[in-house]
C-alpha cells in the first residue's frame, strides 16, 4: 500500500487522477522500484485497484488553508507533491499573486500548469544541479534572495522530503519572521525510511 495525493477527482461519472514517479524502473537505475513504481510502469487498461480514502471535492489531505488577507501564495515541494502542487496552482483564481518552487528529478518531469493567477514558477531539476533526493532543498538559496516583505501578507506551503521541509519551514519562520500560522508544511516521505517504517513509527 502506498499513500498518494489525488491530482483531481471528478463526478458522473467518478474519476480520479493519481501521478506516479516511476523510481528504479527502468535499466541501470540506482534506485529499486518500489511496489507502487513497479505496478505503475506494468499498469493497463483494465486492471483493478483498490483505493481506500475520502472521496470529497474539497482535498483536506492537501491542507491548502491560505488566510483570507492572503497578498501571495509562496509554494515549495519535491517531486511526491507536484500532483497537490499543480492541483493549487491550477485552483487559484484570477488575481491572486503566487511563486512556486518546484524540484524534480529529471526535465522530463516538468509540466505544463494552466491557472487564471499571476504565478510564476521555477522548476529545478536535480540532475542538472547535481542533487541528490532528499538533500537539502535547491530551492533555499533561491528564497533567500527573493523579495518577500510583510507588506505581501504571505502564505506559504511546504510539502516533500520531510527534512527538506523543516529547513524551508525554519527559513521562513525564523529567517524571514513569517507567522508560524501562515505556514503549512506537509512531511509526505523521509529520506532512507520506507512508509512501512513510518507507519510502525507513528
Excluded at 501571495?72 to 485552483?91: F, H, K, Q, R, Y
Aim: hydrophobic letters at 40%.
Amino acid at each position: 500500500m502506498r499513500s498518494y495525493t489525488l491530482r483531481a477527482l471528478r463526478r458522473d461519472p467518478d474519476e480520479i487522477d493519481i501521478d506516479f514517479a516511476l523510481h528504479g524502473v527502468e535499466p541501470g537505475a540506482s534506485v529499486q522500484a518500489g511496489p507502487a513504481s513497479r505496478w505503475a510502469a506494468r499498469a493497463a487498461a483494465g486492471d483493478r485497484v483498490l483505493l481506500l480514502g475520502p472521496a470529497v471535492a474539497d482535498n483536506r489531505a492537501i491542507r491548502f488553508r491560505p488566510p483570507e488577507d492572503t497578498g501571495l501564495v509562496i509554494v515549495w515541494g519535491d517531486e511526491t507533491a507536484v500532483p497537490a502542487a499543480s492541483a493549487i496552482v491550477e485552483s487559484l483564481p484570477a488575481g491572486t499573486r503566487a511563486r512556486v518552487w518546484l524540484e524534480v528529478p529529471h526535465a522530463g518531469d516538468i509540466q505544463d500548469l494552466t491557472t487564471e493567477a499571476d504565478v510564476e514558477i521555477t522548476w529545478l531539476v536535480r540532475e542538472e544541479k547535481g542533487g541528490d533526493e532528499g538533500s537539502s532543498p535547491m530551492a533555499l538559496d533561491l528564497l533567500r534572495d527573493t523579495l518577500i516583505t510583510a507588506a505581501d501578507r504571505p502564505y506559504v506551503w511546504l510539502a516533500g522530503e520531510s527534512g527538506c521541509v523543516k529547513r524551508l519551514r525554519r527559513h521562513f519562520v525564523r529567517e524571514r519572521d513569517i507567522d508560524r500560522r501562515r505556514v503549512t508544511f506537509v512531511g509526505y516521505w523521509r529520506h532512507g525510511v520506507s512508509e512501512e517504517e513510518l507507519r510502525t513509527e507513528g
